[in-house]
């Protein structure tokens, strides 16, 4: 008599798919379906009911996380997602943010938790759902990741490292996020007309630096052209 064994993969993957493959020795007794996830002192559980059996409780990990801020990253080009994270392990809370590709693979517990937490086999996937779905209400946030003109609406924002300005001051609500090296690009809009006064016209002496010629050739094209002829 010939055998033959056929490894199965487990429920998921380290890629986060989840596998298509059923193990054929199994009766309809092993079936299952998930019906909720819930969160207890020894970490994530799901209940799972088997077909035409009783409710049981799985254990998915031995921490537990929520979702608390969905961030879009928005550099003027594109956009991009992170998410704000809280987790808890063995009574020690951790803050961190992940993108939203690295949140769905799931590789970001052993480096933001380290090697005390643990995802039990073929639980990944479930581990992630579980965490979106016992996150609740998530704050939503929009991060500005460029500097200088943006248009939102019908008006046009002037953003630098602290923010952004239009022409009747400080935008409230403008979140900007840049790298360290364009940190000193602030303004700080002053509400004392003399020291607007005084800037405009420290300002306006640049313009005796050079010959008009050199100093106005972006605001006055015709002297350019007049001194090209």
């Known amino acids: 008599m010939k055998l033959k064994f056929v490894l199965l993969g487990p429920e998921d993957d380290p890629d986060g798919r989840v596998s ?8 309809p007794s092993a079936q299952f379906r998930t019906l909720r996830y819930e969160e207890q002192d020894t970490g994530m559980f799901r209940l799972v009911q088997l077909q035409n059996g009783p409710i049981r409780s799985t254990p998915v990990a031995n921490f537990t996380a929520r979702i608390v801020r969905d961030i879009t990253i928005d550099d003027g080009q594109k956009q991009r997602r992170e998410f704000g994270v809280e987790a808890e392990l063995k009574g020690q809370r951790i803050v961190f943010t992940v993108s939203g590709a690295e949140f769905g693979r799931m ?3 052993f480096n933001r938790l380290g090697p005390g937490a ?3 086999p073929s639980q990944q996937q479930h581990a992630r759902a579980a ?3 016992l996150s609740g209400e998530i704050r939503q946030e929009c991060v500005i990741a460029h500097l200088g003109w943006r248009k939102e609406g019908h008006r046009w924002i002037y953003l630098h490292a602290g ?4 022409a009747a001051g400080a935008v409230s609500g403008v979140h900007v996020r840049v790298p360290a090296a364009l940190q000193a690009f602030q303004t700080q809009p002053s509400l004392d007309s003399s020291a607007i006064v005084h800037t405009l016209r420290a300002s306006l002496r640049c313009l005796s ?4 010629r050199i100093t106005l050739r972006f605001w006055q094209p015709s002297i350019e ?4 002829g």
Do not use: F, L, M
Request: hydrophobic residues 30%; proline residues 3%; contains cysteine.
């Open 131 to 133: 965490i979106q779905s």
């Open 225 to 228: 052209r007049r001194s090209e």
């Open 163 to 166: 923010g952004g300005v239009d």
């Open 118 to 120: 643990i995802i039990y």
């Open 209 to 212: 630096v050079a010959p008009d």
């Open 107 to 109: 590789g970001w517990v």
């Open 20 to 27: 298509t493959h059923k193990n054929r020795c199994e009766g």
